[in-house]
């Protein structure tokens, strides 16, 4: 899934913009409930000026690039899903808060060591916040990577395990390389649905960062034991399942017919690896796939209700806005002026 916001009409400077909607719409794959909050803020206006892109490059890894600039003094708060993210900020300057670790990223964060670089591992879901300052510019790539990506990738050992007690936060620096490979990005156009050589870029630049920010963070000690990968086989074997699509159209007592697992122990399994239920999960892929088809197939809302599971189009609608914080006709009426 890729998206990048755009200039809305009405905009005074003629810079592209970016409104709550628009925020929320993006951030879904990455948080869950979003809040927002500015104390003069006029809620029709867009909150931020400049661009943002975001794209699943890999299952279970969510790469984030964002140029933008505060047009209020924004605080942004939401839970964020057990995992490891990894944030650089490249210019400007981002005060953000993991559970009770408070930092401030980028060359311009206050002396006398400045830290542009951090590696959050994160047990169980944790509150996030940011603090926007009016006028405040921030050009930050970020890294999420799922449990279920972190296990196939052998990172199994307790750094990563969602019965870690605590969350921890490690400072780094890029590489002089690294840097360079990120700067590319923000320099290259950003496209709404990246061609087969855009995602190659960003899929690359992605394992480089993800390789580099967990060695400095101490954070790769090796494969996973043989009996690990070996416990782990049903999941792997859903997460091909999720990939593909198949395990949307299932339920969840099927999953695990299919899997050979009770539903219990999916469920619990699910949630320890993932950090969120598998029913939640489900039901957020599920309208994801009825809003991508919404936007770039221009099928009908209640076609959409049926894609996701529901035999009502109002419940559909409210499930809908609840998770993107839009009505499935605004998705309908932006695929008809895209095809204009």
């Given at each position: 899934?890729?998206?990048?916001?755009?200039?809305?009409?009405?905009?005074?400077?003629?810079?592209?913009?970016?409104?709550?909607?628009?925020?929320?719409?993006?951030?879904?794959?990455?948080?869950?409930?979003?809040?927002?909050?500015?104390?003069?803020?006029?809620?029709?206006?867009?909150?931020?000026?400049?661009?943002?892109?975001?794209?699943?490059?890999?299952?279970?890894?969510w790469l984030r690039l964002a140029d933008v600039r505060d047009r209020y003094?924004?605080?942004?708060?939401?839970?964020?899903?057990?995992?490891?993210?990894?944030?650089?900020?490249?210019?400007?300057?981002?005060?953000?808060?993991?559970?009770?670790?408070?930092?401030?990223?980028?060359?311009?964060?206050?002396?006398?060591?400045?830290?542009?670089?951090?590696?959050?591992?994160?047990?169980?879901?944790?509150?996030?916040?940011?603090?926007?300052?009016?006028?405040?510019?921030?050009?930050?790539?970020?890294?999420?990577?799922?449990?279920?990506?972190?296990?196939?990738?052998?990172?199994?050992?307790?750094?990563?395990?969602?019965?870690?007690?605590?969350?921890?936060?490690?400072?780094?620096?890029?590489?002089?390389?690294?840097?360079?490979?990120?700067?590319?990005?923000?320099?290259?156009?950003?496209?709404?649905?990246?061609?087969?050589?855009?995602?190659?870029?960003?899929?690359?630049?992605?394992?480089?960062?993800?390789?580099?920010?967990?060695?400095?963070?101490?954070?790769?000690?090796?494969?996973?034991?043989?009996?690990?990968?070996?416990?782990?086989?049903?999941?792997?074997?859903?997460?091909?399942?999720?990939?593909?699509?198949?395990?949307?159209?299932?339920?969840?007592?099927?999953?695990?017919?299919?899997?050979?697992?009770?539903?219990?122990?999916?469920?619990?399994?699910?949630?320890?690896?993932?950090?969120?239920?598998?029913?939640?999960?489900?039901?957020?892929?599920?309208?994801?796939?009825?809003?991508?088809?919404?936007?770039?197939?221009?099928?009908?809302?209640?076609?959409?209700?049926?894609?996701?599971?529901?035999?009502?189009?109002?419940?559909?609608?409210?499930?809908?806005?609840?998770?993107?914080?839009?009505?499935?006709?605004?998705?309908?009426?932006?695929?008809?002026?895209?095809?204009?």
């Amino acid at each position: 899934m890729t998206g990048v916001m755009t200039r809305p009409a009405g905009s005074e400077s003629g810079a592209p913009c970016i409104d709550a909607r628009g925020l929320r719409e993006l951030s879904a794959p990455l948080v869950n409930r979003q809040n927002l909050e500015a104390a003069t803020w006029n809620r029709s206006a867009p909150l931020l000026e400049g661009r943002m892109h975001i794209s699943e490059v890999q299952p279970g890894m969510w790469l984030r690039l964002a140029d933008v600039r505060d047009r209020y003094d924004l605080v942004s708060s939401a839970e964020l899903p057990a995992g490891i993210k990894i944030a650089l900020v490249i210019a400007g300057e981002a005060r953000v808060r993991f559970g009770h670790h408070a930092v401030t990223l980028g060359p311009q964060a206050p002396a006398p060591t400045p830290t542009s670089g951090v590696v959050v591992a994160l047990p169980r879901p944790e509150r996030f916040v940011r603090q926007g300052r009016a006028g405040g510019h921030e050009r930050t790539l970020t890294l999420s990577l799922t449990p279920a990506w972190l296990a196939r990738h052998g990172y199994a050992s307790d750094e990563t395990s969602p019965t870690t007690a605590e969350t921890t936060l490690t400072r780094w620096a890029p590489s002089a390389a690294l840097l360079a490979l990120v700067m590319q990005l923000f320099e290259h156009p950003w496209r709404e649905r990246a061609s087969r050589a855009d995602h190659l870029r960003l899929t690359g630049c992605a394992l480089t960062l993800a390789g580099e920010a967990l060695a400095a963070a101490g954070l790769d000690g090796g494969p996973a034991s043989h009996a690990a990968v070996a416990g782990d086989r049903r999941l792997q074997h859903l997460g091909a399942l999720l990939a593909s699509g198949q395990a949307l159209s299932l339920s969840q007592a099927e999953l695990a017919q299919r899997l050979g697992m009770s539903l219990s122990s999916l469920q619990r399994r699910f949630r320890a690896h993932h950090g969120e239920a598998l029913g939640r999960y489900l039901r957020r892929k599920r309208l994801e796939a009825a809003r991508q088809a919404l936007l770039h197939e221009g099928i009908g809302v209640e076609a959409a209700a049926a894609r996701a599971g529901y035999t009502s189009a109002a419940n559909f609608a409210t499930a809908f806005k609840r998770e993107f914080g839009l009505r499935p006709s605004a998705c309908q009426a932006r695929h008809a002026l895209a095809r204009d």
